[in-house]
């Protein structure tokens, strides 16, 4: 069924960006222009930044509450607003709220989700019906991370980033930590000893070996060297069930799947282990999402 949004009192039309989270990253090689070649899957999560919209008869780009730090030029959401007027030659325009949740910086990829849904959400609002290959090539323009979202499954993810197949995860629940620091993620990317020989799982799983390979993220040693307080947060997850870092990290995650036998078992657990958390840590409880709330707004 059709997402249909909530409507507040000035006409603000209420759209979700959720969060990704990277099961794994492995680091598989690096491409002569510096980029990376990654094997990851991306999970999309309920945790979500809300994106509010009302349509402008007048053509301007207005955002009524920017982040701390981020002017509104440079944010996500009016970049993509007016990447996706420039290219459509839209006569229409739209005031921009955002109800920021996701940790930035936190390897969750919300700017991009942010940016994904402000494109999904006008090619619906302004009647564009542009197709969903269209809109992931222009929002490639605005992020790495910005395709997966409007392509709004989850998915196995090569290449730079740039090759997604959609796959089935598990139902589950997740405990997920925000150490209190803001990662960069060119500087992880850059670093001498970061791993980039990784053996391709894809390889492995048609040789028929893909249970000796450990799924890890390859990022996570050098952030963790970076900012010890992501290794604080994963040895402390770690006494409750196997801990990792998402992305470029900050933010790290233990994953409890649903057992079938047992309703609501990942969710109590998540809820247990977030119950222990000391005072001086952050963290929350999400689920996965089977698929983008607006995965319809784009035509394949
Ligand atoms: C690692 C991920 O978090 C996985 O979701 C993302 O791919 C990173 O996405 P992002 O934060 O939007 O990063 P971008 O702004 O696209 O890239 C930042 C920098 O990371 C490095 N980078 C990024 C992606 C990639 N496949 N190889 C790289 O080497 C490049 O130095 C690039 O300049
Ligand atoms: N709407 C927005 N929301 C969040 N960050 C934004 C937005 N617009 C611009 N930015 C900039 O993008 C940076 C990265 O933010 P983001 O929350 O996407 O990081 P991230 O979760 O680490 O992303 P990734 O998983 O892609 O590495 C912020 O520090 C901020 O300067």
Redesign the pocket.
């Known amino acids: 069924m059709s997402f249909t949004p909530i409507i507040d009192a000035q006409g603000f039309a209420a759209f979700p960006a959720p969060a990704?989270l990277n099961l794994f990253l492995h680091i598989t090689g690096r491409r002569a222009d510096g980029y990376h070649l990654l094997e990851s899957i991306f999970q999309l999560i309920d945790a979500h930044?809300t994106i509010w919209l009302r349509v402008r008869q007048d053509g301007q780009v207005i955002h009524h509450n920017p982040?701390e730090?981020?002017p509104a030029e440079?944010?996500?959401?009016v970049r993509a607003a007016r990447l996706l007027q420039g290219h459509t030659q839209q006569q229409l325009g739209v005031d921009i709220r955002?109800e920021?949740r996701?940790?930035?910086?936190?390897?969750?990829?919300?700017?991009?989700s942010?940016?994904a849904t402000v494109l999904l959400a006008l090619n619906r609002l302004w009647s564009l019906n542009l197709s969903r290959q269209a809109l992931m090539t222009l929002g490639l323009q605005l992020?790495?991370?910005v395709p997966f979202f409007i392509f709004g499954r989850n998915a196995l993810v090569e290449g730079i980033g740039e090759i997604m197949t959609p796959i089935e995860t598990p139902v589950a629940h997740f405990v997920v930590l925000h150490p209190p620091v803001?990662?960069p993620?060119p500087a992880i990317f850059g670093d001498p000893e970061l791993t980039r020989d990784t053996p391709s799982l894809k390889v492995a799983l048609l040789e028929g070996r893909a249970d000796q390979v450990e799924l890890k993220n390859d990022l996570e040693p050098v952030a963790v060297r970076k900012f010890p307080q992501i290794a604080e947060c994963i040895q402390w997850l770690s006494q409750y069930a196997p801990a990792k870092m998402?992305?470029?990290g900050s933010c790290v995650f233990a994953q409890f799947i649903a057992d079938g036998a047992e309703k609501n078992a990942s969710q109590n657990r998540a809820n247990a282990v977030i119950s222990c958390l000391p005072k001086e840590m952050t963290g929350f409880v999400s689920s996965t999402l089977s698929q983008h709330q607006l995965l319809d707004f784009a035509s394949d």
Not at 74 to 77: E, K, V, Y
Not at 102 to 112: A, F, R
């Open positions: 990704k930044d982040i730090n981020v440079s944010d996500l959401t955002v920021k996701l940790p930035m910086g936190g390897g969750m990829g919300g700017g991009s942010d940016a992020g790495a991370d803001h990662v993620t998402t992305g470029s």
